[in-house]
């Protein structure tokens, strides 16, 4: 009973010791492998660059004030639009008190000159009178009196400008802030009661409003120094707006910038471009966009799958089924590539297969 039962055992080892060595080796051989085929096919293959910036207005100026002071009233509010001329507020004047009382000073001595030129151009009136003196002296008397009315009135000018902004005979009134051109107002920084700086050559001063033109719009953005070598004037641009993402509009390629700047560790270059506008939709100042920028076009021809390619010592092979599931490595020639597909110059035709990679 106990040989059998040792026999027993050794069967069932000598059994599972063959078996191991069976899957092991049936493992090892694997299955075929059964490779995806492509085949080249006819299509329109565009080569094109990217530009990323923004859509902005052409003419955006800010309008600032010629005197300091407080913003007493604003007349409009941002999104407005505005013509040329149309006031935009009114600054409450804070002069400065040394000059006033200096100017202040200026009119009572004109005007104490000018009362005694009164009482000394009445004595030469009697003395011309009684031939004491010429009619050409008393001319000259005359002549002074005239001009010592116009200090008076140069001094009363004077303070009237630090106090109230403006002459007694002026038309302009420099507390009143004009638009300067027709157009849209992006922004009002200042609300009423902020304190302003007047514009001088010192000082660029406050900005009251900003303006801009939003009927004539451009793109601004920056293109890779690789790509702009290919970059003409008037060339088109499809632009892609971030807000207005499925409604693409057109621009026309005016400008590309002589000198570069760095980007991220890169040069990259300005372009400019001036935008078709559509009735339908308002584009807003600084609106973020991307423009599609064409810059080879290849239609109807023998492209396959960029992924496909084998780049060796710079030439492009593909493998070619030769027989079922065999295959050849050859050389072929290419063209353009929009990144996913290329062209296939020469080297391959439509009728055949190659090894999907």
């Known amino acids: 009973m106990k040989r059998i039962l040792?026999?027993?055992i050794l069967g069932v080892i000598a059994v599972v010791f063959i078996g191991t060595i069976v899957f092991l080796y049936r493992k090892s051989q694997g299955t075929a492998v059964v490779y995806t085929l492509d085949s080249p096919v006819k299509m329109t293959i565009i080569k094109k660059t990217v530009a990323?910036?923004?859509?902005?207005?052409?003419r955006e100026i800010e309008v600032k004030s010629q005197v300091s002071g407080v913003v007493d009233r604003l007349y409009v509010v941002a999104g407005q639009t505005v013509k040329k001329g149309a006031v935009l507020a009114r600054i409450s004047l804070r002069p400065n008190m040394l000059n006033v009382s200096s100017a202040e000073a200026q009119v009572a001595a004109a005007r104490i000159s000018l009362r005694n030129q009164a009482a000394d151009l009445e004595r030469y009136k009697k003395l011309l009178e009684t031939k004491v003196i010429s009619e050409s002296q008393f001319n000259t008397y005359v002549t002074n009196y005239d001009l010592q009315k116009q200090a008076v009135a140069s001094a009363e000018d004077t303070m009237l400008l630090l106090k109230t902004g403006a002459t007694k005979d002026s038309a302009n009134v420099s507390n009143l802030?004009?638009?300067?051109?027709?157009?849209?107002?992006?922004?009002?920084?200042?609300?009423?009661?902020?304190?302003?700086?007047?514009?001088?050559?010192?000082?660029s001063g406050t900005s009251v409003a900003t303006l801009a033109d939003m009927s004539d719009m451009i793109f601004e953005g920056l293109v890779d120094e690789s790509e702009v070598g290919k970059l003409k004037q008037g060339m088109e641009l499809i632009l892609n707006v971030g807000a207005l993402e499925g409604k693409p509009f057109k621009a026309s390629l005016e400008y590309i910038a002589p000198k570069g700047v760095t980007d991220q560790g890169t040069i990259k270059f300005t372009i400019r471009a001036a935008v078709t506008l559509d009735k339908e939709l308002f584009l807003r100042s600084n609106y973020s966009a991307n423009a599609d920028i064409v810059l080879d076009k290849h239609e109807n021809v023998l492209a396959i799958n960029e992924g496909n390619l084998i780049v060796e010592d710079k030439k492009s092979f593909v493998e070619v089924e030769t027989a079922p599931q065999k295959f050849e490595k050859r050389e072929i020639k290419t063209g353009i590539s929009d990144g996913i597909n290329i062209e296939v110059v020469s080297g391959l035709t439509q009728?055949?297969?190659i090894k999907h990679r």
């Open 6 to 8: 040792k026999f027993l």
């Open 177 to 203: 802030i004009p638009a300067t051109i027709d157009g849209t107002v992006l922004d009002v920084p200042n609300k009423e009661g902020a304190f302003i700086l007047e514009s001088s050559t010192f000082q």
């Open 52 to 58: 990323t910036g923004k859509v902005i207005p052409r």
């Open 351 to 353: 009728d055949q297969k």
